[in-house]
């Protein structure tokens, strides 16, 4: 492997999800792949074939040229008609087509993650014309296979992977979003601070300091006398903060001290995902 020691996490999570997900789509029947998923709007045809998209683009490979149907109700955004694209373009392909196309493109990934010698900061193409760099890229990439991967195992009853290499990428990447969470979001006060603390595959607590000038911080140290307190288990915060499900339908598996109007804002504003 010639992946720089920084992108090799990444790497691997992504490897583990992605084949998990070829592993979990392979045997599908035709009429399985129609059946929806918490992922708003999307069937498990459609995840797929989001995923088959971003990895192409990952290779460089032009985006399709397709005009998107005027009635798709959940595109509402730039964001969401640059994603939509190598979706829609794939809706009426066959499960042959979606497992082939998939297979493909996991051969054609792996062969450039193998040759991968670009630093770190490499600066890469983004959504919507944008840069980032190569470690962003693949971070994004593990997180996004990963949070999908649950998508397709709650379209398709097979839960696992809670606490796959993916997770940990997840973890991370939604713990850094709790600041924005609870200072810009929910409008915590200045010096006010909430605890966060997740149980199960994943377990964590964290804590989120409001400083004087209004902007959030994380730590990994607890607070005494926080403004709330949220504990929930590990699968209920994927779903929350993925934006697969709304506070109400989970409220019986979150356990609330504190502030209540400050938790329901919390929770509210919990989703980060575009």
């Given at each position: 492997m010639t992946v720089h020691p920084s992108l090799q996490t990444y790497a691997d999570a992504w490897t583990h999800s992605i084949e998990a997900i070829s592993e979990l789509v392979q045997p599908l029947a035709e009429g399985e792949w129609n059946r929806p998923t918490p992922c708003p709007a999307w069937s498990v045809r459609d995840i797929v074939s989001h995923i088959i998209g971003m990895e192409c683009e990952m290779l460089g490979d032009p985006r399709p040229i397709h005009s998107l149907p005027r009635d798709l109700y959940h595109v509402r955004s730039e964001f969401a008609r640059y994603m939509e694209m190598q979706v829609d373009v794939r809706r009426h392909h066959t499960a042959p087509e979606m497992t082939s196309e998939l297979?493909?493109?996991?051969?054609?990934?792996?062969?450039?993650?193998?040759?991968?010698?670009?630093?770190?900061?490499?600066?890469?193409?983004?959504?919507?014309?944008?840069?980032?760099?190569?470690?962003?890229?693949?971070?994004?990439?593990?997180?996004?296979?990963?949070?999908?991967?649950?998508?397709?195992?709650?379209?398709?009853?097979?839960?696992?992977?809670?606490?796959?290499?993916?997770?940990f990428v997840a973890r991370d990447q939604f713990i850094s979003a709790l600041p924005k969470v609870v200072a810009k979001g929910a409008g915590a006060p200045p010096h006010s601070a909430v605890v966060v603390d997740v149980h199960g595959p994943v377990e964590f607590l964290r804590t989120v300091r409001v400083g004087a000038d209004g902007r959030g911080t994380v730590d990994g140290s607890p607070s005494l006398g926080p403004a709330v307190t949220l504990a929930l288990d590990w699968e209920t915060y994927v779903r929350l903060a993925a934006g697969r499900v709304r506070p109400a339908a989970v409220a019986d598996r979150i356990k609330i001290e504190g502030d209540p109007g400050l938790a329901d804002a919390i929770l509210e504003s919990f989703a980060v995902t575009p």
């Open positions: 297979e493909y493109t996991i051969i054609r990934r792996n062969r450039q993650l193998r040759n991968e010698n670009r630093s770190p900061e490499t600066m890469v193409r983004a959504p919507l014309g944008a840069e980032q760099t190569l470690e962003q890229a693949y971070r994004m990439r593990a997180f996004d296979v990963w949070v999908h991967e649950q998508d397709l195992r709650a379209a398709l009853n097979a839960p696992g992977n809670l606490d796959s290499p993916g997770a």
